[in-house]
């Protein structure tokens, strides 16, 4: 497991799903981060990359979906990882604004 991950590496990309729409009125927001990132890293990248407080961190591997192949094999996608950031009741990321 690497922990020498930069702050900016952490977070690949924000999830914006209807779940998360519903979820940011409770100042909630999902992103998916890198594999090998752990609650601490993740919450500092945010922290850093939008100028928030995060209060809370929650992270979960996701299991990659099944797939056929040519030879009508299963194979599966690469497991990811998502984490829910809980932010302080008056911050608020623009990112989500306007869904």
Do not use: C
């Not at 100042?27 to 990359?49: E, G, L």
């Amino acid at each position: 497991m690497s922990n020498d991950l930069h702050p900016m590496q952490v977070i690949q990309r924000a999830l914006i799903t209807e779940k998360g729409a519903l979820l940011a009125g409770q100042h909630k927001y999902i992103f998916q981060v890198h594999p090998d990132a752990n609650k601490d890293q993740v919450k500092d990248a945010v922290q850093r990359a939008f100028s928030v407080t995060v209060v809370k961190v929650n992270v979960m591997t996701m299991k990659g979906k099944p797939m056929r192949v040519k030879t009508n094999r299963i194979e599966h996608k690469r497991d990811w990882k998502k984490a829910v950031v809980t932010l302080v009741e008056g911050d608020k990321l623009e990112l989500f604004e306007g869904m």
